[in-house]
């Protein structure tokens, strides 16, 4: 993981690895949307790409979790 990404909290690396692990975060949609908040507007990208970049990966989160349960109900019949 990138320096920018990794600051030292009580003797502990705290990054987005531990952060996920700290709050049981599986999802990589999701995962992928706080790292991209987590540093928005502080690379080489500008605030509103990070944030348009974070917005998409939860819209496709979504989008997985609809096709998810219309796969569940087209199995139940």
Same mark, same amino acid.
């Given at each position: 993981?990138?320096?920018?990404?990794?600051f030292?909290? +009580? !003797? /502990?690396?705290? @990054?987005?690895?531990?952060?996920?692990?700290?709050?049981?975060?599986?999802?990589?949609?999701?995962q992928?949307?706080?790292?991209?908040?987590?540093?928005?507007?502080?690379?080489? +990208? !500008? /605030?509103?790409? @990070?944030?348009?970049?974070?917005?998409?990966?939860?819209?496709?989160?979504?989008?997985?979790?609809?096709?998810?349960?219309?796969?569940?109900?087209?199995?139940?019949?």
């Open positions: 993981m990138r320096k920018h990404y990794s030292w909290y +009580k !003797g /502990l690396k705290l @990054d987005p690895y531990r952060i996920f692990r700290i709050y049981g975060i599986a999802a990589p949609e999701q992928h949307a706080i790292k991209k908040l987590l540093r928005a507007g502080k690379s080489v +990208k !500008g /605030l509103e790409v @990070d944030i348009q970049e974070s917005i998409d990966s939860l819209n496709r989160w979504l989008e997985i979790l609809n096709e998810d349960k219309l796969e569940k109900n087209n199995d139940d019949l």
